[in-house]
């Protein structure tokens, strides 16, 4: 890759930037397009890095395109030399290629960026997104490098092998604790219950949450990650901010678009429905805008 035209980065910005580095999805519910509408629900802006091109709905992925890893990076590149990088989150990476660019993109950023890796390995409609040599380099070149991770349970288990028992929550977040994070959120979207498991190395802490039955949850993993990005962009703790994840993606599956395709319905993290309703009702009204600042903050999740 040429060497980039450098750009002094503004120091008049005041709106937090948080990167996304990951896949598009066409239907609109998960990849990319989901952690731009929660960046936006929190009160960040939202700039990408696109590793890949799905063609999926709510149904399943028809077809997936790489994007050549200099282009990556190229992308990456671009966002932090002008507009800058106050955290990172990286999704959908595919192939151990597309994580080696990654990784060397990283280093490209200002040292001590948040690094919020949600290591996507399948879709909601059971596609496999990370191929084996890509997993191996993700936990060989990303988890230690990253600030928090955040694996459901089934990719938990495969991120730690046989090497602890399967069913044991506790155990399996210290062993991917022990592949190189700073910190661990084992999220409780695939257990009994919603409880997410956080752990710094020193401290076991639980996160409950409600679950929504009734809900839609494609997107919801994505919607989750990129919200603990996006507070941790804004200042606020790592605890504080996978607790406001927690919060944000729960909502996200309870207003979730149920009838929409035939497949898993995507999440909706900015409340489509109530919106969409007051504006109808009221063109003039400001009840359909967005809130200002962090959600969680706004909405007493926070307190700030």
Do not use: Y
Not at 44 to 63: E, F, K, S, Y
């Amino acid at each position: 890759m040429k060497a980039p035209t450098l750009h002094r980065v503004s120091p008049k910005r005041t709106v937090p930037t948080v990167l996304a580095i990951a896949g598009s999805d066409s239907g609109g519910g998960a990849g990319i397009q989901a952690d731009l509408k929660a960046f936006a629900w929190c009160g960040v802006h939202g700039t990408t890095a696109i590793t890949a091109l799905t063609a999926q709905n709510t149904v399943g992925v028809t077809g997936v395109l790489g994007v050549p890893a200099e282009f990556i990076e190229e992308q990456v590149v671009a966002v932090a030399t002008d507009i800058g990088v106050d955290a990172v989150k990286t999704g959908m990476l595919a192939d151990a290629v597309t994580v080696a660019a990654v990784s060397r993109a990283f280093d490209g950023l200002r040292t001590g960026t948040p690094l919020v890796v949600d290591p996507v390995m399948v879709a909601e409609s059971g596609a496999v997104l990370l191929d084996e040599s890509a997993r191996t380099a993700l936990v060989e070149l990303l988890l230690p490098r990253a600030t928090v991770i955040t694996p459901n349970v089934p990719e938990a288990r495969v991120l730690v092998g046989d090497s602890v028992d399967p069913d044991d929550h506790e155990a399996l977040v210290r062993a991917l604790h022990g592949l190189g994070p700073g910190a661990v959120v084992l999220t409780g979207g695939h257990r009994d219950e919603i409880v997410d498991l956080f752990f710094d190395g020193a401290t076991l802490t639980e996160i409950t949450g409600a679950r929504h039955p009734d809900g839609a949850a494609h997107g919801s993993g994505c919607t989750h990650a990129s919200a603990l990005a996006a507070h941790m962009a804004l200042g606020f703790s790592l605890l504080d901010a996978a607790r406001a994840a927690r919060e944000i993606a729960s909502e996200a599956i309870r207003n979730g678009l149920r009838g929409l395709g035939a497949g898993a319905g995507p999440v909706d993290v900015i409340g489509l429905a109530g919106r969409r309703a007051a504006l109808l009702a009221d063109p003039r009204s400001d009840s359909w805008r967005p809130a200002p600042a962090s959600a969680a903050q706004a909405r007493g999740i926070i307190a700030g």
